[in-house]
């Protein structure tokens, strides 16, 4: 008797170097890949319309590439634990094979839909696998047996651990006989989305683009990235949507980075390792989603200020380099770390603002938006989590960050329209220039470009004793 299996697909929308669906055809005569638009996500805490627009047309590219190989991706929407045993049994399936995650709700999604597939009659078998990581992140542990807190350590014991076989996408996906019903993969407007979206995304979807994209990065600036990387207006693969899709497989890249070798893949392999450590972190320490990492700073007392709040989400706070971040996350629904070290550093360091606030603006609207590095990066950028560092490490003046990482002003020009006639020596400090420069300039400060809300300085000193004072009572 022929069997069925069904590949899940989650944040995995890829038929490269996919585990579950490799499985599931060496093992299974008919697949049918699935995918379920959960509404708790949709509309959850960290709903975004850039992101779900992005989602959607990968989807429908990837409806296509199956086809193509005569399979089908039936869609679904509703809660997974109740559509997948129902597609189970609709199709006479065996099994639902998945890629797991590391999120607090995705691993009680995973919980639920593992109950009701066994509970369903006859029991359908749960085959979760690899797939979403270069490693296996729940495996790296201390040598005291605890899970990492600190990269560096991390980064040796991951380098050692197994790696998986890459595999090639499958030639064909062989459906089973008779109807089925394939669902539709709505669009933005359905979902209420339209007035929700990027103007111009940093890059287009699917599994065909994070392909090319990757080939022209590995052909191309790959080798200068360890000295190019914090360069704000280039410098990175901006591959982290692909990622955060499953557009590529992390593993893949992985691979096919070290296959080039040199400083530049090793640099790029160690930061594909930080993706996988804050996975790690979330994996075993869930509360992180919610609470600061570093028990004692829970007591930090941050500021109430929804004016500065404001100005920062709308790139208007007089630091050129921070508003051209702001901006250009508002416009392409990306930023460049380097940006993001610096507006984090800005909102919780000279605004005292809870990160929080910067965490949740960020999900809604990255392409890459992942709950694992995002909340890890903020908090590490916030001085309250995993890998920590005295907070004065950490406030990062964004004059000089601008002076460094956008030296001749290209990236600020470009999300900043205003400053272009601004001289590079003055494009960091704008606040600097005299009447006549101004003139010169085309933009006069405090009315075509805002003059800069805080003092850096003031902010700096303020800061550290916000830190300093939090009650040491409570030390973790
Ligand atoms: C406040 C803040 C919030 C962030 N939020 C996210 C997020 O929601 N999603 C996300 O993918 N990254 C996040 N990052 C990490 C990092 O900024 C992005 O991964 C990176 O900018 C993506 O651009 P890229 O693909 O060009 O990176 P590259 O420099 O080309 O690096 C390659 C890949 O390595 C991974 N990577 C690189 N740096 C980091 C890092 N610090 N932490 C985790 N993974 C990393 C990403 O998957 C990235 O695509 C955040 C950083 C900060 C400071």
Not at 136 to 157: N, Q, S
Not at 385 to 412: C, K, M, S, W
Request: charged content about 25%.
């Amino acid at each position: 008797m022929p069997s069925t299996a069904i590949v899940w697909l989650r944040r995995d929308l890829r038929l490269h170097d996919h585990p579950p669906l490799h499985a599931a055809l060496a093992a299974h005569d008919h697949v049918v890949v699935a995918f379920v638009l959960d509404p708790a996500i949709l509309t959850g805490r960290f709903a975004s319309g850039p992101r779900t627009a992005f989602m959607l047309d990968a989807l429908r590219e990837l409806r296509d590439a199956v086809r193509e190989r005569g399979g089908v991706l039936a869609i679904r929407h509703g809660r997974p634990e109740e559509e997948l045993p129902r597609l189970a049994a609709e199709l006479g399936a065996e099994a639902v094979y998945w890629a797991s995650d590391a999120t607090p709700y995705a691993m009680a999604r995973d919980r639920g839909v593992r109950e009701a597939l066994a509970a369903a009659d006859p029991p359908v078998g749960a085959v979760p696998g690899p797939g979403n990581f270069v490693a296996d992140v729940g495996v790296p542990r201390t040598r005291g047996g605890r899970p990492f807190a600190v990269f560096t350590p991390f980064f040796r014991v991951w380098g050692t651990l197994d790696r998986r076989a890459v595999h090639r996408a499958p030639q064909a996906i062989p459906r089973p006989p008779g109807g089925i019903t394939a669902g539709t993969i709505p669009s933005p407007a359905d979902l209420g989305l339209a007035d929700d979206l990027v103007g111009e995304r940093a890059v287009e979807p699917g599994e065909t683009a994070a392909r090319a994209a990757l080939q022209r990065w590995l052909d191309g600036p790959l080798p200068d990235y360890a000295d190019q990387h914090d360069h704000v207006a280039a410098g990175s693969s901006a591959l982290s949507p692909y990622l955060r899709f499953g557009c590529l497989s992390p593993r893949e890249l992985e691979e096919r980075a070290a296959r080039r070798g040199g400083a530049g893949a090793e640099a790029f392999v160690r930061q594909l390792a930080w993706r996988d450590f804050y996975a790690h972190v979330l994996l075993h320490h869930p509360g992180d989603a919610r609470h600061e990492h570093q028990e004692r700073m829970r007591q930090l007392a941050w500021e109430d200020d929804a004016e500065g709040l404001r100005a920062w989400r709308e790139g208007r706070t007089g630091f050129p380099l921070v508003d051209a971040g702001m901006r250009q996350l508002r416009a392409s629904g990306w930023m460049h770390n380097r940006a993001r070290l610096v507006v984090g550093s800005f909102l919780t360091k000279d605004l005292g603002i809870d990160w929080r606030e910067g965490e949740a603006w960020f999900m809604r609207w990255l392409l890459d938006g992942d709950v694992a590095s995002n909340n890890g990066n903020w908090q590490w950028i916030a001085s309250v989590g995993v890998d920590p560092a005295p907070a004065f490490r950490r406030i990062l003046n964004p004059t000089l960050q601008q002076q460094r990482h956008d030296p001749d002003g290209e990236y600020v020009r470009r999300w900043v329209p205003e400053l272009r006639g601004v001289p590079d020596e003055l494009l960091a400090e704008p606040w600097r220039m005299s009447d006549a420069q101004e003139d010169a300039a085309g933009c006069r400060v405090g009315r075509d470009y805002p003059a800069p809300i805080v003092d850096h300085k003031e902010e700096r000193q303020r800061a550290l004793a916000r830190y300093r004072d939090v009650p040491a009572a409570a030390s973790s």
